[in-house]
C-alpha cells in the first residue's frame, strides 16, 4: 500500500482542491488530516457511516468533597488553568498532572477530555478517513495518527493499494504526523513572496523524515519572476517539478458547485492535472 501526503507552507494554495482531483482520478482511500480546519468534505460531500468519539489530553477534574482547600493546586499549576476558587479552566489545563500529584486529600484525578471526532465515510470516490477537532483542542497531532490509522484500516478492507492524505498547512505537530512514513509528498505552492521559506521549512520537515518531496507550482503566471526563482531552487536540490497550474477561476467555481476541478471542467486545468497525476503514480511506483 502507497501513501501520498498533499501539503503547503500555509493554507489557500490550492492543496484541498489538488486532493479532491486526485481523488477523482485516482482508486483510492482518502485521509483528510487537516483536522483543524477541514475542508475536503465540502468537495467530496462524505456520508458518514460510523463516529467514534476522540480523547486527547487528560483534564485534571477536582472532586470539591475532598478537597480542604490548601490552594497548592492552584500555586503549582503552571497553565493558570485552576482557579482560586479551585475549579478548573478547562481551555487552560494542558494534562501535566501536577495539581494530583501535589493534593494532599486524592481530590484530583485526571480524566478523558472530550477532544473530537472521528469518521468514517463513503464518498462517490471512495472511502474516506476524516475527523474534527473540538474548538480549542490541541491534539491535533494524535487526532490525525487516529486519521491515519483509520484509513489503513480502510484500505486493507478494501483492497486499496493507495491512500491519498489531505495534510494540514503550516510545519507544525500535525503536519509531521501527516507524513511520516508516507511513500512521497506532494507541496503545493504558489509563486509568493514568502514561497521560497515555507518551501524551505516543509522540505526540511520531510527531508528530516525521509520522505522523498515533489512540487506543484500552482498559479505559476500571477508571477513568473517569482515561480522560476522556485524551479531554480528545486532544481538546485534535486526536488522534481511534477506540475506547473495557471490561475484559473474554475478551482473556485469548482468549490462552489462542490465538485472537483477535473468532474467539473474538461478544460485545460483538467488536463494538466491529469498529466501530473501520471507523473505522481510513477513516482508512487503505481504506474510504469
Ligand atoms: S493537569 Fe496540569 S495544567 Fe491541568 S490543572 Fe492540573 S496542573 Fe494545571
Ligand atoms: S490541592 Fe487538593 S485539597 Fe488543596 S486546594 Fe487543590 S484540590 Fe483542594
Not at 486526485?22 to 485521509?31: C, E, G, T
Not at 460510523?50 to 503549582?76: N, P, T
Not at 528530516?208 to 532544481?235: G, L, Q, S, T
Request: glycine share 6%.
Amino acid at each position: 500500500m502507497k501513501q501520498l501526503t498533499i501539503i503547503s507552507g500555509k493554507g489557500g494554495t490550492g492543496k484541498t482542491s489538488l486532493t479532491a482531483a486526485f481523488a477523482s482520478l485516482a482508486d483510492a482511500v482518502l485521509a483528510d488530516c487537516d483536522v483543524d480546519a477541514s475542508d475536503l468534505h465540502l468537495i467530496l460531500k462524505p456520508d458518514i457511516k460510523k463516529k467514534e468519539i476522540f480523547h486527547g489530553m487528560e483534564l485534571a477534574s477536582v472532586d470539591k468533597s475532598r478537597c480542604i482547600d490548601c490552594k497548592k493546586c492552584y500555586e503549582a499549576c503552571r497553565f493558570g488553568a485552576i482557579d482560586e476558587d479551585i475549579n478548573i479552566i478547562k481551555e487552560s489545563c494542558e494534562g501535566c498532572g501536577v495539581c494530583e500529584y501535589v493534593c494532599p486529600t486524592d481530590a484530583i484525578k485526571m480524566v478523558e477530555r472530550d477532544s473530537g471526532y472521528s469518521y468514517i465515510s463513503e464518498t462517490r470516490f471512495g472511502p474516506m478517513s476524516h475527523a474534527m477537532l473540538m474548538t480549542a483542542e490541541e491534539a491535533s497531532g494524535e487526532l490525525v495518527a487516529v486519521v491515519r490509522e483509520n484509513a489503513k484500516k480502510l484500505a486493507e478492507k478494501y483492497e486499496k493499494e493507495l491512500i491519498i492524505i489531505d495534510g494540514p498547512p503550516g510545519i507544525g505537530c500535525p503536519v509531521i504526523s501527516s507524513i511520516t512514513g508516507v511513500d512521497l509528498v506532494l507541496i503545493v505552492t504558489e509563486p509568493t513572496l514568502s514561497a521560497i521559506h515555507d518551501l524551505e521549512r516543509i522540505l526540511e520537515v520531510a527531508n528530516h523524515f525521509d520522505v522523498p518531496a515533489v512540487v506543484c507550482i500552482n498559479k505559476y503566471d500571477i508571477n513568473e519572476e517569482r515561480a522560476a526563482d522556485i524551479e531554480k531552487y528545486c532544481r538546485e536540490r534535486n526536488v522534481k517539478i511534477v506540475g506547473k497550474l495557471p490561475y484559473d477561476t474554475v478551482f473556485t467555481d469548482a468549490m462552489i458547485h462542490e465538485k472537483s476541478v477535473v468532474e467539473f471542467s474538461d478544460g485545460k486545468i483538467s488536463e494538466e492535472i491529469k498529466g501530473m497525476w501520471d507523473v505522481i503514480k510513477k513516482e508512487l511506483g503505481l504506474a510504469e
